[in-house]
């Protein structure tokens, strides 16, 4: 069983969701960054998403594409990037952990030797962003041959037939965007997310895990109330590890984290 299915079923028996954090590798350096990983880990995110350093960040907002600025700037580079996340599955055994990334970088390091050393690394998961589901089938083939799983992006205005090639492509979790664009904190979301969730489930999508906007526990709430088996938060955790560092980045895991849990009634 992979460590996705492990942790959902885990999570499913608890009535809980699973609360995902995402960092910047390298950012604002390769040791700080470590103990902002570890800071996740010991908030209680039950799933890790990180983002190479990449210089046209498409969908990302702004305060991740200044973090990749930052990492380029710092000097990390891929294989600083895979090193990291060796030494991090090193410490965290158990923890998921997935590569949010675009085509550029899979291409400059050739897709079956990129996929082999995320796999080497310890990644569970690759989620290309740039990279359309009528252009995945050789990526999920590639991550079939290595054990990995890929990862693809559906949306509330995706047709029907783009998710039945999705759920056919997806594995490990289906990454559902809270909103329209792209990254970044958000005061209000507009969940419209029933039908999505509905349609996945029917047709045997891996579960569906929402991010884009997730900033509040309140927002984490709304999702998990929705019915999304998973949350993942970006933005509000770089910014809090620029500015405040771990120790910030920990207690705000913890909060989100105690969001996903159901209520108890006194």
């Keep these: 069983m ?25 950012d604002p350096d390769l040791e700080t960054c470590a103990k902002l990983l570890d800071a996740l880990v010991e908030g209680g995110a039950d799933m890790v998403e990180v983002g190479i350093p990449f210089s046209d960040p498409v969908a990302d907002g702004p305060v991740i594409q200044a973090a990749a600025v930052r990492a380029l700037e710092a ?25 949010l990334t675009y085509a550029n970088l899979v291409a400059a390091r050739g897709r079956e030797r990129f996929f082999a050393d995320a796999a080497a690394a310890g990644v569970d998961s690759l989620l290309i962003a740039d990279v359309p589901s009528l ?22 205005n995706t047709p029907g037939q783009t998710l039945t090639r999705i759920a056919r492509l997806c594995s ?14 958000r005061q209000e979301l507009a969940l419209d997310h029933d039908q999505l969730f509905s349609t ?20 984490v709430r709304s999702a998990v109330a929705s019915g999304a088996a998973g949350v993942i938060s970006g933005s509000a955790i770089v910014r809090l590890g620029l500015e405040q560092g771990p120790g910030a980045v920990r207690q705000f895991v913890a909060e989100m984290k105690a969001a996903t849990r159901p209520t108890v009634s006194a």
Excluded: K, W
């Design 172 to 185: 490990g979790y289906t990454y559902c965007v809270a909103r329209a664009g792209v990254t970044g904190e």
């Design 200 to 219: 996945l489930r029917s047709i045997g999508a891996p579960p569906a895990v929402l991010g884009f906007g997730i900033s509040t526990p309140e927002h």
């Design 75 to 99: 000097g990390t580079r891929v294989d600083d990037c895979f090193r990291l996340l060796t030494e991090f599955r090193s410490r965290h055994a158990d923890v998921p952990v997935g590569i």
């Design 135 to 156: 252009e995945a089938q050789p990526y999920a083939d590639t991550a079939r041959e290595v054990g990995i799983n890929l990862v693809m992006i559906a949306a509330p």
């Design 2 to 26: 992979s460590r996705y299915a492990t942790m959902f079923e885990r999570l499913g028996a608890r009535g809980e969701a699973a609360f995902g954090g995402f960092l910047m590798l390298g």
